[in-house]
């Protein structure tokens, strides 16, 4: 499998520890959960008979059946799973080198579009202050309601950062993004909720 290489003794310890599970587990899945972010975490569990797979790519070349979740399968090349048996039973690593790396396709989400923006152009020029910037909700799938932390928090520039800055580069980068609000702004709320 071009994307990932599963080494012939993590293979043999993937196979023997799903022998032990119970006839339930069909496999072993593979993710990453806030793919493209510095909190990036590469994830192997057991895969269940009762798991909906209709996300996952199943890899049938091993001892077991594989399965990778298809947003994570970009963030997952070049990575390698391994096991080094040790004195204490031995040990399981992953390394992906790309998963908190910020990459996009067309058809992502407008979460996973703004996400990257956010990590990839707008982030880096807020850390040299210590500050950053997060996406909390979108809502009805065109206003971004972002928090910012760090640095930039209690920071008098932080409506100027907002509007000439982070706003401006996400609506031209996003397409159908057309409001960008900050968490402390409650007004995007207030057609919420009828009185």
Do not use: W
């Not at 290489?5 to 032990?20: C, F, G, K, R, V």
């Not at 031995?90 to 790309?98: D, F, M, Q, S, V």
């Not at 401006?168 to 996003?174: A, F, N, S």
């Amino acid at each position: 499998m071009e994307e990932m290489n599963i080494t012939p003794s993590a293979q043999e310890y993937l196979a023997d520890l799903l022998s032990n599970q119970e006839e339930d587990t069909t496999g072993i899945k593979i993710f990453v959960s806030e793919p493209g972010t510095p909190r990036a975490e590469t994830c192997i569990a057991y895969a269940k008979d009762d798991e909906d797979f209709s996300d996952y790519r199943i890899i049938e070349e091993f001892k077991f059946s594989l399965y990778l979740e298809e947003k994570s399968i970009d963030f997952l090349k070049d990575a390698e799973v391994d096991y080094s048996p040790d004195k204490f039973g031995g040990t399981l690593t992953i390394k992906a080198p790309n998963a908190k790396l910020p990459q996009i396709s067309e058809d992502a989400s407008i979460e996973d579009k703004i996400n990257y923006v956010l990590y990839s152009e707008i982030n880096p020029g807020l850390a040299s202050h210590g500050g950053e910037v997060s996406l909390i909700e979108v809502v009805n799938e065109e206003t971004a309601i972002l928090q910012f932390g760090g640095g930039c928090q209690g920071c008098g520039m932080v409506d100027l950062t907002l509007k000439d800055g982070v706003e401006k580069t996400l609506l031209e980068q996003v397409e159908g993004l057309k409001n960008v609000k900050d968490v402390t702004d409650h007004s995007y709320r207030e057609n919420a909720y009828y009185k």
